[in-house]
């Protein structure tokens, strides 16, 4: 109903909380604007369309020799010029670049901001991916929760069709336990893909539970008020439960994402040292081969690194002067 500051329908600190159901605040237009979930149900159809498009096509080329073979050339030439390598530079090449206004506080001219619109593709987040905002997905504790687990959820999703093709493909032309580790080895090689991909968005997401800005609220005593940029009803500084219980959630989910995520990578990594570096490569190394087939034998960590480089600079650099937000640039010395 709005308050003694802002008007009918809006709420917080900058009046940029849409106070009605399945509403969201709108920068560009500066006003609320209808949720628009009624994307939830092609994008459900498309999911399903392409996995059943990937199962057809895999049965094809299973009963089509000339096929297979066309596609394990078409494989190994993209193995011999390093294209897996070339897609993970361009990639985090654009997690980071996203992330200069949000994080840095840098402002683009239009002309500019424009062609960055384009590279959120590459951020792999569920806002970006079915084109409803964050705001839409209910109170900031919901948000964060569903940043956290949409991930699984994904995976889940993939399990199912990995399942369905051992069933269909694999049991036909295997025997069951050859059947059952090849389907374990997909979906390991698969998850550490998705984990790949989705961990600097996701560790971004969680860090904006953190992310606050301060207010003056009386000049003459020199006071501010600090209130979170992701949800301006919270208040950061005060005796606020709502954002004690978003600060307790903010902990659990950066020890599950941030922190987690990485060591198990290196866990993964330290396991299959041996087979890899003596060149006897067994089947739960081939299925972590994403994080370790770029790299030569002496440096197969670096994976790791990377993913700890651009977690700080894509969210750990956000401890840096968190109430400042995007508005100080003392975060790019």
């Not at 940043?147 to 069951?176: C, E, K, Q, T």
């Amino acid at each position: 109903q709005g308050d003694t500051t802002c008007a009918k329908g809006y709420d917080g600190v900058r009046c940029e909380v849409c106070t009605g159901k399945n509403r969201y605040f709108k920068a560009l237009d500066g006003e609320c604007a209808n949720c628009p979930f009624s994307r939830f149900g092609s994008i459900a159809g498309i999911l399903a369309s392409c996995i059943l498009l990937i199962l057809i096509g895999k049965l094809v080329c299973d009963s089509l020799p000339k096929i297979k073979d066309l596609l394990r050339h078409i494989s190994t030439f993209l193995t011999s010029i390093s294209l897996q390598a070339k897609l993970k530079i361009i990639i985090s090449f654009f997690q980071v670049i996203i992330t200069l206004e949000p994080i840095y506080g840098v402002r683009m001219h239009s002309a500019f901001t424009s062609w960055f619109h384009l590279f959120e593709i590459f951020n792999f987040g569920l806002a970006e991916a079915l084109g409803i905002p964050n705001s839409c997905y209910g109170s900031m504790m919901t948000r964060l929760s569903i940043n956290a687990g949409w991930p699984y959820a994904l995976i889940l999703l993939l399990f199912g069709g990995l399942f369905l093709h051992a069933i269909v493909v694999d049991m036909r032309n295997l025997s069951r336990k050859d059947a059952v580790t090849k389907f374990l080895s997909r979906l390991l090689h698969v998850s550490i893909i998705v984990f790949y991909l989705v961990l600097p968005s996701v560790s971004r997401g969680i860090f904006d539970a953190i992310t606050c800005q301060s207010f003056a609220s009386n000049d003459a005593d020199n006071k501010a008020e600090s209130y979170l940029r992701s949800d301006w009803r919270l208040q950061c500084d005060g005796d606020d439960p709502s954002y004690d219980r978003v600060k307790t959630l903010f902990w659990v989910l950066f020890t599950a994402w941030p922190v987690s995520v990485p060591m198990v990578f290196l866990g993964l990594l330290l396991y299959i040292r041996p087979s890899v570096q003596s060149n006897r490569i067994t089947p739960f190394a081939e299925a972590c081969r994403f994080l370790w087939r770029d790299y030569e034998r002496s440096t197969m960590y670096w994976e790791f690194i990377d993913l700890v480089r651009k977690i700080c600079l894509t969210g750990l650099i956000i401890f840096i002067d968190s109430e400042g937000g995007s508005d100080r640039i003392f975060r790019l010395i």
